[in-house]
């Protein structure tokens, strides 16, 4: 079984389990006790590695201080034999969900405190929520029994079985999210969509030695975790990559710090907060420790902030965030997320924001910040992605692309909303859509029907409005009707002109399947036009040469990826 079967087999289980449950609130649950086992076989791992064996290991409780201490000083917390996961699975028929509150309780206690940031209180919505999965103690032993022996099945042994667990724990995120309706963009992001965001982020920082990136509005913590995959390909050793996050919500807050913890991002390299990022902006100081100001700078910021959220925007107007753009209106909140992040955004740095299209054409306040950040020079790239792309909501959504200091005055605007695969109620960009975007904003590419750059005189020209169709005309020509060839046969001259790349191809075939019957149409020759095509001599003479052509693709792939991979 691979790894995407066993992550649709543990899914419809946890499924059927959850029973009324609502989606969004099951994935606190399933999701903490995957944690938990992760913690738990990870300092297995440790006291292996300190030459443990299964008797010692059993004998490990609080009472050994010294030891209990190094492994919270070395690991960042401590469990006791008795609160593991596997001890759980052992007890059988004589486990109760107490144990669970036992454990996690003392979970909280035996956090190193240079972990508090990472741990503290991260089982919160877990422990909270046991009740629910059952009106008594014994239903809910049975519920999580049943939990704890399906999350069993998931490997996590070695290196391999981590990165599936990873694959995993982000499956089981995306499934939730598309049963949890309108809830669903509170916590996650698209797959597609936020590897189009790395592929833009990892393309403009590929030659940097460390790199922080940062997420206000970080959910599941996925969308961040795929920029700083997406980095980590560019950047020679480990732990050069710090991240930022901070959310709203306590449990999607948790979810956060679970996903980046169990990506094997070490605990010293996140930074993350619980709290409002309009109204909290982060960090002016840590703790109490108010002398020691340090505005977050990064080199990317990335985010799906929630669309055209009200937010309290009073006495905003000297806030240092917007004090040179603009205050967002107090009924949409769109601009007031987006500058917040430029704020934040180092010189040379890059962002990209998940917004709703009303940010390029809304008049009154967002017309005076979208004015300002045309003339400061700060968009880049508008693109425009298809519709009901994003969970529980139909709404079309733009990436857009700014930059502090750009060498570009002209901004890029892309029309994507055509290229996408159907997936049961949604709509997907497929690997092919994400490269064409990706490679367009690379060579800041003009397509007729796709891309255009556009001058900032001609925005000034437009009154400042960044509507797509201004620019991109994407509309597709209609089918043509000719009447006279509907009523009288025959085909027009004029559609078959519009193949004339095919005529220029197949030299002769025109000539050869049609025939006149008056100065403006034809008709077939032959009835059995398939054949007459394969077997026309222009047609045979390319399928030849594009067969020698590719004759020894074989043989040159497995030389230079196989038999000399390490030079590839």
């Known amino acids: 079984m691979n790894k995407r079967q066993l992550a649709s087999t543990i899914w419809k289980s946890a499924n059927e389990m959850r029973s009324k449950i609502e989606a969004n609130e099951y994935k ?72 669970v509150r036992r454990a996690l309780s003392a979970f909280e206690r035996l956090i190193s405190d240079s972990h508090k940031k990472v741990f503290e209180k991260i089982f919160n919505t877990l422990q909270t929520g046991l ?64 590897v189009l965001m790395s592929e833009i982020v990892a393309e403009h920082l590929k030659n940097r030695q460390e790199i922080r990136i940062y997420d206000p509005t970080s959910g599941s913590g996925s969308l961040l975790i795929n920029i700083g995959s997406a980095v980590a390909k560019y950047l020679k050793g480990d732990n050069r990559i710090n991240y930022y996050a901070q959310e709203l919500k306590e449990n999607t807050y948790n979810l956060t710090r679970m996903n980046l913890v169990m990506r094997g991002i ?61 205050v967002a209106p107090k009924g949409k909140a769109d601009y007031a997320f987006l500058l917040h992040e430029l704020y934040h955004l180092e010189d040379d740095g ?43 909501t139909s709404i079309q959504t733009l990436v857009m692309v700014l930059k502090r200091n750009r060498e570009d005055t002209d901004l890029l605007i892309i029309d994507a909303s055509k290229g996408y695969e159907k997936a049961g109620k949604s709509n997907r960009l497929r690997s092919s859509d994400i490269k064409r975007i990706v490679d367009c904003i690379h060579d800041r590419a003009t397509i007729p029907g796709f891309s255009k750059r556009v001058s900032k005189n001609k ?83 390319y399928r030849k040469h594009y067969v020698f052509a590719f004759s020894d693709l074989r043989k040159n792939l497995k030389a230079s990826l196989i038999e000399n991979f390490c030079n590839a």
């Not at 629910?132 to 939990?147: V, W, Y």
């Not at 704890?148 to 990873?166: A, E, N, T």
């Not at 902006?281 to 505005?295: N, R």
């Open 28 to 99: 606190d649950y399933i999701l903490g006790f995957i944690f938990y086992r992760y913690l738990s076989e990870k300092e297995l791992r440790f006291f292996s590695e300190q030459g443990m064996n299964d008797e010692d290991i059993r004998q490990m409780d609080e009472s050994d201080e010294d030891f209990v201490n190094y492994t919270k000083e070395t690991i960042g917390y401590f469990i006791a034999f008795e609160n593991l996961f596997s001890t759980w699975l052992d007890k059988g028929s004589d486990f109760d969900v107490s144990d």
């Open 131 to 194: 009740s629910k999965l059952g009106e008594t103690a014994s239903t809910q032993t049975k519920s999580i029994n049943n939990l704890i022996k399906l999350i069993k099945r998931i490997p996590m042994d070695g290196k391999q079985d981590y990165d599936v667990l990873g694959f995993i724990y982000e499956y089981l995120i995306s499934q939730f999210a598309a049963n949890a309706g309108k809830k669903a963009g509170e916590f996650y992001t698209p797959h597609e969509v936020s």
């Open 266 to 326: 070490d605990p010293s390299n996140i930074y993350v907060r619980n709290g409002d990022t309009l109204e909290e902006d982060w960090p002016f100081f840590e703790g109490e420790d108010m002398e020691h100001y340090q505005l977050v700078r990064v080199d990317a910021v990335v985010s799906n902030p929630p669309y055209s959220q009200k937010w309290d925007s009073k006495n905003k107007k000297y806030d240092p965030r917007f004090s040179d753009y603009g």
């Open 350 to 392: 890059i962002m990209t924001i998940v917004l709703p299209h009303g940010v390029l054409f809304r008049g009154n306040e967002e017309y005076t910040i979208r004015k300002s950040l045309i003339e400061k020079n700060n968009i880049d790239v508008i693109i425009g992605l298809p519709a009901n792309i994003f969970f529980g």
């Open 459 to 541: 925005v000034r020209e437009n009154d400042y409005n960044l509507n797509i169709p201004r620019y991109v005309d994407s509309f597709a020509k209609p089918e043509p009707w000719d009447l006279y060839s509907i009523m009288f046969g025959g085909i027009p001259n004029e559609e078959l002109d519009c193949l004339q790349k095919y005529w220029e191809a197949f030299p002769g075939l025109r000539e050869d399947l049609c025939e006149p019957i008056s100065e403006s149409y034809v008709q077939l020759v032959s009835g059995d036009i398939g054949q007459m095509v394969r077997g026309h001599k222009s047609v045979v003479d």
